[in-house]
């Protein structure tokens, strides 16, 4: 058993915390600290989960952590975190203030909690199991949108889309009412708060999307992968998040029919 | 002759309005004002380009107006602006902060003032002929990156490069060092501020690029279209924008040897 509303106070002082680490990297040189082969971000990417780590395991010493940057560590625990330093990282090296930092907790494989803290905007979206989720502590909802034709949808790098998955590129640029790219995080954020109504992405490592699962479930959404399971650690990192049941599953039939055309 | 501080003084005030009305719109629903075939941002579109046309028309009365929503007026005079009310309106509508409102002064057909402003960042650069650009009113120059090989480039719409364009897309895909999707007018923001090194464009229209020209040259930038011409009404909507004179001819070279072996 876990408190999840003392684990969602502990996730936002993390995440204060993690921010203004960010922001004190964000649009500054960071020559001195720079090595010959790393790039910039990593190493914000290194503080940031360093400082995460050491939270975690002074308030929950036995939970398991799956970082970006370092080795799992005891994630045969019941309770896992998992955490993303900077999501954005092409934002974040460029000055573009739309990077977040992310955090999960899985219970058993399942996500229980999620947060996608946006320092540069001010903006961070939470959910628990159980609970409505919030933008910046305020109840969020997803749209009513059901059907592709009418719904604004998002997807980070139409590049991902390679190979038998350009035909799933292809019939969101035809289909959908609109497309849109970049975004990473952020898409599922606006997804929650009903300001879009699908994000499509393939590519992603879990500790992308673990974090933006609850937040969209607990505003209304459904999030699995392209097969309609549900998202864990070992997920293939295609992911699927609609603003209503009736959009996901009228997606998932397009997903296997689009693909399917393209196999025969 | 012009008085460009004065004016910049004008253009400030339109943009602070401008700003208001877009704020008022953004995020909240807009049912009430809606007609059957129209889209909000239509609507805000246009409310906005009326108040910029008014505060124009009271300020500059023999000034010609380019705006995206009206005919043009008066464009035989020596002096033109140049409106986008909204650019970015696929953000705009999706509850995306990175929306702009961009104002241009033509001088004799050359841009001799340029405005970025972002409403919901609170973002506002600025540049006028023989000064320095300026975001919020500080000084801000282009990075000193020389080499496509180590340059941050943006660009909005990888869809928009079909056809023999796509050969020029692929290129940067290959040779850049990172390319980012999505911004509108916010990479040319980046660049003026050096955060990103380069953007390239296809199928604008002149209020799209006009408006960023001279942010881009009095931050330290060079910007053109894609042979090298000076950007003005009658450009073609293909446009580079480069950190550096030795960036910006080391690409036209570039999109002229990728574009010929396409097309031999």
Redesign the interface.
């Known amino acids: 058993m876990i408190d999840l509303v003392e684990a969602l106070r502990f996730s936002n002082e993390v995440a204060d915390d993690a921010g203004r680490v960010a922001l004190r990297h964000f649009?500054k040189p960071l020559a001195v600290e720079l090595k010959a082969d790393e790039t910039p971000v990593t190493l914000v990417d290194r503080e940031i989960e360093a400082l995460v780590r050491t939270r975690i395991a002074h308030s929950y010493p036995e939970h398991g952590i799956f970082g970006e940057e370092e080795a799992p560590t005891n994630i045969e625990n019941s309770f896992v975190w998992v955490i993303d330093p900077i999501d954005g990282t092409?934002?974040f090296?460029?000055?573009?203030?739309?990077f977040g930092g992310l955090m999960a907790l899985l219970q058993d494989g399942e996500p229980c909690l999620g947060q996608i803290d946006m320092p540069a905007?001010g903006e961070r979206w939470s959910g628990v199991s159980g609970g409505q989720s919030t933008l910046n502590g305020a109840p969020c909802t997803t749209s009513d949108c059901r059907d592709l034709a009418s719904a604004?949808v998002?997807t980070?790098?139409?590049?991902l889309f390679a190979g038998s998955k350009q035909v799933v590129f292809q019939m969101l640029?035809e289909k959908a009412r609109?497309l849109?790219?970049?975004?990473d995080c952020?898409n599922y954020a606006?997804l929650a708060?009903?300001?879009?109504d699908l994000v499509v992405e393939t590519g992603l490592e879990p500790y992308d999307f673990l974090p933006v699962v609850q937040v969209v479930r607990g505003a209304g959404g459904v999030i699995t992968d392209w097969n309609g399971n549900s998202l864990g650690l070992g997920s293939s990192g295609d992911v699927l998040a609609a603003a209503t049941p009736e959009l996901h599953t009228q997606l998932l039939e397009k997903l296997q029919t689009s693909q399917a055309t393209e196999a025969a």
Chains 1, 2 share one sequence.
């Open positions: 649009r092409k934002s090296v460029t000055g573009h203030p739309l905007t604004y998002y980070t790098d139409p590049m640029k609109l849109r790219f970049g975004g952020y606006l708060s009903g300001f879009c």
